[in-house]
């Protein structure tokens, strides 16, 4: 720099500082932003740390002189000629004694590759270039290959393993957006499904580090994703606190949660068998997102990903939701699901049993959380999310009537019925809201039907309800629906009247199997004084 360059750059602000150099720039747009980097700002941010720096320059211009520029960063400033200096301009920072560390190489070059790696300008220490890494979401995704996403995943995810999936996403409206995400090849762990985990997406602008976990640029249930986000429209000196309240980052992560969601679908109809694993590993994320997203529209969006067996398909064939619907009868407007923790106890369970008179296809859901899910999803496509069992009970509401394909005389008359009703009432007592008899049932003796059963047994679980099974029965006011052609029921009618006690031990165990069945008794251990009594009667009959 020639002395009027080295006045005109540095010795403005040095006398002024950034308030008056902002006053210069009142009435231009974006005032605000335009202070981060510009030369003169930049420089005298040198002084968080020094408190002398020199600036030793020279012109490129033949028998251009040297000169030295001094100063303590109190606002003045001494420029002289100087000798012995070549070409360029070189700085000298003396630091402060309590900023020793950044003389130390490590520091130096810690400081670099965290915030400056990608710059487009070489940056060296000691003769050693330090920003050698390209940034990737910057590149034609047709020029990277699959060895420098792998380099490059292992460099922003501080991992050891390879991507499953790679996705690059440009965009250049509604928001200038430069992005790579990565989906980890290893099962998430413990730690990592943790919410308080946050996110692990590197923040730039520009290839200028903002944040290197920007938590609020993708919602809570992406955390599992790594990489980074770069956008041109993010001023370099956003705040945590603008971060969290800007309409810009808000859009943004709008943008990237759609794109997102429409990649893994992609990769669901390109390779079935592959995105079966990462849901099976991913899964509970995306389930997250449909309990914690508030909007109805994101949250049929999520739920495109959610996969499950299905009645109408072979053991270890899964469906989504938007298939279900394609294989739905004309007029059907419900998709019906089942928990049970496996495909045997879904087609063995008694609900299971009582819907095949209506040939609805139901899907099977084994995740504990499955059920939690499909409550806040509620609908999918203008379909509602019924369980099995409310669909049953709708169906009484509805008074929908269902033949009894047993014959008269393998079921109960309806005198023995009535009174054998009337009797398991006055056993079980406040345990039940009503007994009744069903069709529906074959080879089940009875089940158990609450008006929200899934709300029921969500309830319970969150709530850790202890206390009688009276006390349980007010909260869920449940109905015992029995068989009368079981011939256990059958059974109980005779011994109401032979064999009073046993005929009790047999009530409460009908009565247990069936809160069991329905996922509304947790601990059976209750139960096994009974059922010893129960074995010991049975082989003193034998």
């Avoid at 010795?11 to 210069?24: D, N, R």
């Avoid at 941010?45 to 028998?63: G, I, K, Y």
């Avoid at 009894?404 to 054998?420: I, P, V």
Wanted: hydrophobic letters at 40%.
């Amino acid at each position: 720099m020639t002395r009027e360059e080295l006045i005109q750059n540095l010795g403005t602000i040095a006398h002024s500082g950034s308030k008056a150099f902002l006053q210069a720039l009142q009435g231009q747009a974006e005032a605000g932003s335009s202070i981060i980097g510009q030369f003169g700002v930049g420089f005298y941010s040198a002084f968080m740390v020094a408190d002398r720096v020199e600036v030793f320059t020279q012109a490129a211009e033949p028998s251009s002189p040297a000169h030295h520029w001094v100063s303590d960063g109190s606002g003045m400033f001494e420029v002289t000629e100087a000798l012995d200096v070549t070409p360029g301009t070189k700085i000298v920072i003396h630091l402060k004694e309590d900023c020793k560390e950044f003389a130390n190489e490590d520091r130096v070059k810690e400081v670099v590759t965290k915030y400056s790696n990608f710059v487009s300008f070489p940056i060296y220490l000691n003769g050693r270039r330090l920003n050698t890494l390209q940034a990737l979401w910057m590149m034609d995704p047709k020029e990277i290959s699959e060895w420098q996403h792998e380099e490059f995943y292992r460099y922003v995810a501080k991992a050891y393993d390879k991507p499953r999936y790679v996705l690059q996403y440009r965009a250049d409206a509604p928001l200038n957006i430069r992005s790579v995400f990565y989906v980890p090849d290893t099962k998430p762990s413990m730690f990592d499904v943790s919410r308080e985990m946050g996110s692990s997406v590197a923040l730039y602008s520009r290839k200028v580090l903002i944040l290197t976990k920007a938590s609020d640029i993708l919602p809570k249930w992406l955390r599992f994703l790594r990489g980074v986000v770069d956008s041109e429209d993010i001023p370099l000196n956003l705040s945590r606190e603008l971060l969290q309240e800007s309409a810009l980052i808000r859009k943004l992560r709008e943008v990237l949660q759609q794109r997102v969601i429409k990649f893994l679908l992609e990769q669901g109809k390109k390779d079935p068998e592959k995105f079966l694993k990462f849901y099976d590993d991913y899964g509970l994320f995306v389930r997250e997102g449909i309990v914690t997203a508030t909007d109805q529209n994101v949250k049929e969006e999520i739920g495109k990903l959610l996969r499950f067996e299905s009645s109408a398909l072979p053991a270890g064939e899964v469906s989504s939701l938007a298939e279900y619907g394609s294989r739905m009868k004309a007029g059907s407007r419900n998709i019906y699901y089942l928990c049970a923790p496996t495909r045997q106890l879904a087609l063995h369970s008694p609900y299971f049993e009582a819907m095949k008179q209506k040939e609805m296809e139901v899907l099977f859901c084994y995740d504990q959380f499955d059920e939690l899910t499909l409550l806040h999803l509620r609908e999918f496509d203008k379909k509602k999310m019924i369980s099995v069992e409310t669909g049953i009970v709708v169906d009484h509401y509805k008074e929908e009537k269902y033949e009894d394909s047993k014959a008269a005389t393998e079921r109960l008359s309806d005198a023995e019925a009535e009174g054998l009703v009337a009797w398991m009432r006055n056993g079980l007592g406040e345990r039940v809201a009503n007994i009744k008899l069903t069709p529906r049932l074959d080879t089940h003796p009875a089940m158990v039907t609450v008006l929200e059963m899934g709300a029921a047994r969500h309830f319970l679980r969150t709530q850790q309800l202890a206390g009688s099974s009276e006390e349980r029965a007010q909260v869920l006011q449940p109905t015992l629906e029995i068989n009368s052609s079981h011939v256990l029921i059958k059974k109980l009618n005779e011994l109401r009247d032979g064999d009073p006690e046993l005929a009790c031990l047999l009530l409460d165990q009908i009565y247990d199997n069936a809160m069991i069945a329905a996922g509304l008794n947790d601990d059976p251990r209750p139960m096994i004084g009974r059922l010893n009594q129960l074995l010991s009667r049975a082989l003193e009959r034998s």
